[in-house]
């Protein structure tokens, strides 16, 4: 099992950039894809983006992709999402997740372990 534990969030101005944590228990966080999702007010929670387990194989959602970076450090435990040139319609919780599946996955029902998540507020 592995817990995650998000920390990063907060307020910022559109334009802006926040870098999002993902800290994980265990010592077999190497062996687990990493995920970030997201759920703005009164929708379903969405995707936006994931990581293989050595961190070659990346994939962002569109309406992210040139604005995010996802990475991951498999020696401290930790994964990233760098948010660049935020925009109002980016403000939602954002969990990050973790799974063991061997393939890669972009919908939430396959992740098995999820944080508490962190709540991001963009302004305009």
């Known amino acids: 099992q592995v817990q995650l534990v998000e920390s990063g969030g907060g307020w910022v101005q559109a334009g802006g950039s926040l870098r999002l944590s993902c800290a994980a228990s265990?010592?077999?966080?190497?062996?687990?894809?990493m995920a970030w999702f997201r759920q703005p007010p009164g929708k379903e929670r969405e995707f936006v983006a994931r990581?293989?387990?050595?961190?070659?194989?990346?994939y962002y959602a569109d309406s992210v992709k040139g604005r995010f970076t996802i990475s991951r450090d498999n020696a401290k435990n930790t994964a990233y999402l760098q948010m660049n040139s935020l925009k109002p319609e980016d403000t939602s919780v954002y969990y990050c997740?973790?799974?063991?599946?061997?393939?890669?996955?972009?919908?939430?029902?396959?992740?098995?372990?999820w944080g508490q998540g962190t709540q991001v507020t963009v302004s305009s």
């Open positions: 997740a973790a799974t063991s599946n061997a393939y890669g996955s972009s919908r939430f029902v396959d992740y098995h372990y």
């Open positions: 990581i293989d387990v050595s961190g070659v194989r990346i």
């Open positions: 265990g010592r077999t966080f190497s062996t687990y894809r």
